[in-house]
């Protein structure tokens, strides 16, 4: 069993190199087809990702009347913390309101001149972030209802509604087709791959022939194809890891460090990600191969 | 002992053989000739389980060799040694890996393959090719690289399908030689051939073939098939 094992891998090794010319075109379209895949799937995690960013920062703010007292308030605000789907809730006061009011104005003296710090006429309000823009409207509603005493004098939904509903679609649509299209090209890669491969094994077929003729068991010529399929994968990995890593080094990485997507707590290109790209190459890439290189042998053994 | 019984094989509506009987007594040399469509490659494929027979069957040693299932047959390949026309050979082997190759199939240790293959290489004068690769040989090395695979498991029924069709005649009575020696140590040699000198030359068994039936079988004989 050993014996047969090493000489299987010996003939799959050397047959690689001594078809070096055909292992080369097989190798680079395989890397061609893997940097496809991976392209499309980093696309689809920073997509996602933008798209979380943004979705992070829709946000509904709730305004008070004058007459409610800071104390109902933050009831309410604890209230609002327990309901589901909400992440966070920012109380302001009317007199951090309007500090921030006229720090955001500080260059505009002509404003600072009218607003004098005594008579406020900002209200103080509650800044809910949720963690599903679509669940907006459900949570208005219910703080609404929990303000049993009307201290509440209006909300931001009201004016946001169509703008909240317009990045919500955009971002659906966006992440959707994305993933889409990731698909469409996965397959298409896929496709290329089992091709390729297949016509490798095609130009050898009278080599298959021969050795049937010659007395060796099907499982025996074919095991070194299978191994060599595997080898084409595993180089083409490689090759293709090496080329994505250096393609973000200069192109990427300088556009990131200053893009919006930085901001959202997780860097996008993560050890997680890299580890998640390099699998699933490794994995298409082994499986696609040992499985084109089954089915195409399979058609050359009936000898 | 090789029998042949009433073996008839259709492709279609095609009768490539036609009821063809004969017997091979042991250590005997055998010519098979004919016209091109005689049924000679038929029957040799007949020989290897590459095809079954439409109507009769073969027997080696009392075993009928059509009646193998498909997972044994690789076995029973390994007891017959095959030398073709075109050789045959892997592009992508040397010499020694051919011939080895065979060997290696059966799960032989690497030590017993070299002394196996070299002594064969010998015994066709290929020792000093051992590391060439076909591409690299002559058309009279490359088929002495065939008959030293198909002899390397020491069968004791060895085929040859026109094996000097593609040489020039010094090759061919190398050849010729290389087939006698091996019938001379008892191996049944079963020769398909076209070329009427070897034939003449040999003075063996000759059995003709036309349209698929046996129109011919004498001891001793001089190429003729009409």
């Known amino acids: ?303 | 002992m090789i029998i042949v019984e009433g073996i008839t094989k259709h492709y279609g509506s095609r009768k490539a053989l036609d009821n063809v009987s004969f017997t091979i007594k042991p250590k005997e040399f055998v010519i098979l000739v004919g016209p091109s469509g005689a049924g000679k490659t038929t029957l040799i494929k007949l020989f290897l389980c590459e095809e079954k027979p439409t109507f009769g069957r073969i027997t080696i040693d009392g075993k009928d060799i059509h009646l193998l299932k498909d997972i044994h047959i690789p076995y029973y390949r390994r007891q017959i040694g095959v030398v073709w026309q075109d050789f045959k050979l892997l592009p992508n082997k040397t010499v020694y890996e051919n011939v080895a190759f065979a060997l290696e199939v059966s799960g032989k240790p690497d030590d017993k393959i070299k002394k196996e293959v070299m002594k064969i290489l010998d015994l066709v004068s290929l020792r000093d090719k051992a590391d060439s690769f076909p591409h690299e040989l002559s058309g009279g090395e490359l088929q002495r690289t065939a008959i030293a695979r198909a002899l390397v498991f020491n069968p004791r029924f060895l085929i040859a399908d026109e094996p000097t069709g593609n040489l020039d005649p010094q090759n061919v009575n190398e050849i010729m030689n290389l087939l006698l020696k091996i019938n001379s140590l008892g191996t049944i040699v079963l020769l398909a051939t076209h070329n009427r000198d070897m034939v003449d030359a040999l003075g063996k068994r000759v059995i003709s073939l036309d349209k698929g039936k046996i129109v011919r079988d004498r001891k001793r004989a001089k190429y003729d098939y009409r």
Do not use: C
Not at chain 1, 239 to 256: D, E, F, N, Q
């Open chain 1, 1 to 303: 069993m050993f014996v047969s094992f090493n000489r299987i891998l010996r003939s799959a090794f050397s047959s690689f190199l001594r078809n070096g010319w055909l292992s080369f075109v097989t190798i680079f379209i395989m890397t061609q087809a893997l940097l496809i895949i991976s392209i499309f799937a980093s696309l689809n995690v920073v997509i996602s990702t933008s798209i979380e960013a943004v979705n992070e920062r829709i946000d509904v703010a709730v305004f008070f009347k004058d007459t409610a007292q800071e104390d109902s308030i933050l009831s309410l605000k604890s209230q609002t913390e327990s309901l589901e789907g909400v992440r966070e809730v920012i109380y302001t006061s009317p007199q951090e309101a309007l500090e921030i009011f006229l720090e955001d104005n500080r260059n505009r003296s002509i404003i600072r001149d009218v607003i004098s710090s005594e008579e406020n006429f900002l209200p103080a309000s509650l800044e809910i972030k949720v963690t599903d823009p679509y669940l907006i409207e459900e949570i208005v509603e219910q703080v609404q209802e929990m303000d049993s005493d009307h201290l509440i004098s209006e909300t931001s939904l009201e004016d946001n509604q169509k703008i909240i509903e317009r990045l919500r679609n955009l971002g659906g649509f966006i992440q959707n087709s994305s993933l889409l299209l990731a698909l469409v090209f996965l397959i298409i890669a896929v496709l290329i791959i089992f091709n390729t491969i297949r016509i490798t094994i095609f130009t050898r077929r009278e080599e298959i022939e021969v050795m049937k003729l010659v007395g060796a068991t099907d499982w025996y010529i074919r095991w070194p194809f299978i191994f060599e399929g595997i080898f084409y994968g595993l180089v083409a990995t490689v090759l293709s890891s090496l080329l994505l890593v250096a393609g973000y080094l200069t192109l990427i990485k300088p556009m990131v460090d200053s893009y919006v997507i930085s901001t959202s707590g997780n860097p996008v290109f993560s050890a997680g990600f890299w580890t998640f790209i390099l699998l699933l190459q490794l994995i298409i890439a082994v499986s696609v191969g040992t499985i084109s290189s089954y089915l195409a042998t399979r058609r050359h053994l009936s000898v």
